[in-house]
T-cell receptor, first 118, second 118 residues
Framework: AQKVTQAQTEISVVEKEDVTLDCVYE???????LFWYKQPPSGELVFLIR??????QNEISGRYSWNFQKSTSSFNFTITASQVVDSAVYFC???????????????FGKGTKLSVIP | NAGVTQTPKFRVLKTGQSMTLLCAQD?????MYWYRQDPGMGLRLIHY???????AKGEVPDGYNVSRLKKQNFLLGLESAAPSQTSVYFC?????????????????FGAGSRLTVL
């Protein structure tokens, strides 16, 4: 069974601080995919990143960076120089690889609510 | 491009009433999903469909029925609403991978439907 744990329920930071959102996952699959989604106060879910289990390279996109470590089953997300617009709930999710048999489900963590205070 | 459209956006029901949530996507996606989001619980999969005319149960299917008569539409029905079904419902869709092990799908979500059952 797949499981995603986001231990941080809520985090508050002051604007311009760096913040890291933790994500720990469990799966028996050797091939899998990890995702981060953002849910701003308006409520929609916005895709941020997808990584596969074979690619442990860290990724940076502007102020966002992701640290994937298979050894610790973690896929952490760091926001550098946070801004008020980063205030949102962030979800980490896990999916098995497509094997040609039916759909593969996205298992979500419970989310981390980030509040960036001006 | 509309993407994924959910109707209605808000609805209040009395216990025992029935209703249908409609999800429509214009991206020609094969896969469609219904999730529910509850405080502190993240998103949980209710039902999903891997193509027109197919449906399957997710993690929390009890009390819900679904139908996929047309590829672009995925309906979620509540036959006899209960207060425990008060939630925000998200529909999502994704394309089918182009080949085995070619990658996990990125889900495109609708804006959500907030349902309150009194």
């Amino acid at each position: 069974a797949q499981k995603v744990t986001q231990a941080q329920t809520e985090i508050s930071v002051v604007e311009k601080e760096d913040v890291t959102l933790d994500c720990v996952y469990e799966t028996r699959d050797t091939t899998y995919y990890l995702f981060w989604y953002k849910q701003p106060p308006s409520g929609e879910l916005v895709f941020l990143i997808r990584r596969n289990s074979f690619d442990e390279q860290n990724e940076i996109s502007g102020r966002y960076s992701w640290n994937f470590q298979k050894s610790t089953s973690s896929f952490n997300f760091t926001i550098t120089a946070s801004q008020v617009v980063d205030s949102a709930v962030y979800f980490c999710a896990l999916s098995e690889a497509y094997s040609g048999a039916g759909s593969y489900q996205l298992t979500f963590g419970k989310g981390t609510k980030l509040s960036v205070i001006p | 491009n509309a993407g994924v459209t959910q109707t209605p956006k808000f609805r209040v029901l009395k216990t025992g009433q029935s209703m249908t949530l409609l999800c429509a996507q214009d991206m020609n996606h094969e896969y469609m999903y219904w999730y529910r989001q509850d405080p502190g619980m993240g998103l949980r999969l209710i039902h999903y469909s891997v193509g027109e005319g197919t449906t399957a149960k997710g993690e929390v299917p009890d009390g819900y029925n679904v139908s996929r008569l047309k590829k672009q539409n995925f309906l979620l029905g509540l036959e006899s609403a209960a207060p425990s079904q008060t939630s925000v419902y998200f529909c999502a869709s994704s394309r089918i991978p182009t080949g085995v092990y070619s990658g996990a799908n990125v889900l495109t979500f609708g804006a959500g439907s907030r349902l309150t059952v009194l």
